[in-house]
């Protein structure tokens, strides 16, 4: 099952990092071990509109629709912004410097997320 949004093109980066995450058994709990937590983000698109995915570094090592149960972190963002970061073109902390990027919840957990991105970054297709 896609993760993409044809409304959000750069939805497509989130099957590339639930591919990335589950390449192999130790792929996956590497990176539970490293997040541990949910995390979410909310995508808002050039229309305005606005669409959630999260991440589960707590159980499951899978990415799926919506924001999960409990998520620990939420980042909200402009989708161009949010394909820059997971292509390595954008840094989260300037973004969240420049009001770009809003994060609710454990802001600690949210810098976890780049070696989660690293792994996927030569693989996206944005």
Known sequence: MSLKNDKFPASAAFDTINEAL??????????????????????????GETESWHIDLKETGKVGNGLGTKPNVTLALA????????????????LFMSGKL??????M??????????????????
């Open 22 to 47: 589950n390449a192999t058994d130790a792929d996956r709990k590497d990176a539970i071990k490293q997040g541990n937590g949910i995390y979410a983000f909310t995508l808002k698109n050039k229309s």
């Open 102 to 107: 809003k994060i609710k919840g454990d802001v």
């Open 79 to 94: 989708e161009d912004d949010f394909a820059n970061l997971v292509t390595g073109k954008a840094n989260a902390q300037r």
């Open 109 to 126: 957990k949210a810098t976890k997320l780049e070696p989660i991105f690293k792994k996927a970054q030569g693989k996206a297709k944005l």
